[in-house]
């Protein structure tokens, strides 16, 4: 039903516009300074033909923090739950992102869990694969299955800008080899991590990969799993707890939807047996995450009585 309340979808986005102009698009990538911070495109898929889609609906994005759900799924089927904990934890951290800060005092140097950068630079070290073309082209086949759509790719111009500037994440990264928590090259695990972040999607398509994650990691046509179902309960759960980095807790109150979100200013959101929803709103708030894409999903939660809680 919610699909079909298309005049409700489009009144709600342009209440929830309003607020782009309190926000800022992310600078420390130089190329996504270039976004239009006007912009909000909503998209919410049931399983159905189509999405329900509104908004700015033609624009795409790139998924930044949002492809920590997805490596993390496929490093998970690669190497097992045991081994992907071993080298990573599972709580949140009430810090920033990218903060470098837990990593020297939680003992062992391991990074407190995989939606953080430190953490999700050791989950891509884990993607199976000799080559970055070989583990980075998993990746987009594992998208492309779950989206039904084969031409995502990545955003070299966003990418090549993020490795030329990714300093603090080579710190996180040369810090985590230091003290063992995986071996790689860090360049050529920058380079791997930074095309996983520039991988470029619509809101139709995070919404069709919330879908997935949200319902028991099938495929929407043939309903055989593309993602085992521990797999996407663990994806779910620390989209709850560490998602929304370090405004998760808020967000569980005010909304109480799993969601992950990423500084390009999308917001993936799955709701348990239900609805897979997609946002794009790249004026962002302090946190980093899309300041009226919050809005929005906190005027859906509470129209439609979405939360999980
Ligand atoms: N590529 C970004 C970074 O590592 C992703 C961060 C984010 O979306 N929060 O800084």
């Known amino acids: ?88 934890g599972m709580e949140p951290t009430g810090d920033p992102f990218n903060s470098i800060i837990k990593l020297e005092t939680n003992k062992p140097n391991k990074p407190l869990n995989p939606m953080i ?33 084969p031409k995502i790719s990545y955003d070299e111009h966003v990418a090549n800008s993020e490795l030329a500037t990714a300093h603090l994440n080579r710190s996180l990264a040369y810090f985590m080899k230091q003290h063992g928590v995986f071996d790689d090259d860090v360049e050529d695990l920058l380079d791997l991590y930074t095309k996983q972040c520039a991988i470029e999607v619509s809101c139709q398509d995070l919404a069709k990969i919330g ?30 707890t560490c998602g929304m980095y370090n405004a998760s807790g808020e967000f569980a109150i005010r909304v109480g939807i799993p969601a992950k979100s990423g500084v390009s200013g999308g917001i ?22 899309s300041i009226a894409g919050m809005k929005l999903l906190e005027a859906l939660s509470s129209r439609y009585d979405l939360s999980i809680f």
Do not use: W
């Open 117 to 149: 950068n430190a953490g999700a630079l050791a989950v891509t070290s884990m993607i199976a694969g000799t080559t970055t073309e070989e583990k980075l082209g998993r990746l987009l086949s594992f998208i492309h299955e779950l989206t039904g759509n």
């Open 268 to 289: 993936m959101a799955s709701i348990p047996h239900g609805l897979g929803i997609g946002i794009y709103g790249p004026a962002l708030d302090d946190k980093g995450n």
């Open 1 to 88: 039903m919610i699909c079909e309340d298309k005049e409700v979808l489009n009144y709600m986005i342009e209440e929830a516009r309003i607020y782009t102009k309190d926000g800022k698009v992310a600078d420390y990538i130089p190329a996504l300074k270039e976004a239009d911070s006007s912009v909000l495109s909503l998209a919410i898929y049931d399983g159905g033909k189509t999405c329900a889609a509104v908004g700015n609906v033609e624009e795409t994005f790139t998924l930044q923090s949002i492809s920590k759900v997805l490596s993390l799924a496929l490093a998970l089927m690669d190497q097992g739950v045991e081994e992907v904990f071993s080298k990573v």
């Open 211 to 240: 879908y997935v994650i949200a319902n028991e990691g099938r495929h929407v046509e043939s309903h055989r799993p593309i993602i085992p179902l521990h797999i996407s309960r663990i994806l779910k759960t620390f989209m709850v």
